[in-house]
């Protein structure tokens, strides 16, 4: 079993940052893809952003050049997935969730941060 817990939204101005910690424990040995979907009110859930074991990355068209993704591998028994948000516009207002997903496909979920972007 893998449990993700995410912190870290809040509320911001346009052109602000914010940081989005995700606390991965558990089962992490084979965990491959980490990352951030978001969905805002009325909207599909969209990625944001996936990072692999290795470090390869891969962003949302509407969230590149702004965000960045990192990982923390370090410890056995937890890691670490980021998410730096740059330059904010109201649009990227909704929740984000925390995805983990394992060289098996199984997904595993966070319970999701509200991020406003509004002045």
């Known amino acids: 079993q893998v449990h993700l817990v995410e912190s870290g939204g809040g509320l911001v101005q346009p052109g602000g940052s914010l940081r989005l910690s995700c606390v991965v424990s558990?089962?992490?040995?084979?965990?491959?893809?980490m990352g951030w979907y978001r969905q805002a009110p009325g909207k599909q859930r969209e990625l944001v952003a996936v990072?692999?074991?290795?470090?390869?990355?891969?962003?949302?068209d509407s969230v590149k050049g702004r965000f960045t993704i990192s990982r923390d591998n370090a410890k056995d028994t937890i890691n670490t997935v980021y998410l730096q948000m740059n330059s904010l516009k109201p649009e990227d207002t909704a929740v984000y969730y925390c995805?983990?997903?394992?060289?098996?496909?199984?997904?595993?979920w966070g319970q999701g941060t509200q991020v406003t972007v509004s002045s």
């Open positions: 995805h983990s997903k394992t060289d098996w496909g199984n997904d595993y």
């Open positions: 558990g089962s992490i040995i084979s965990l491959n893809f």
């Open positions: 990072i692999t074991r290795s470090g390869i990355t891969n962003y949302g």
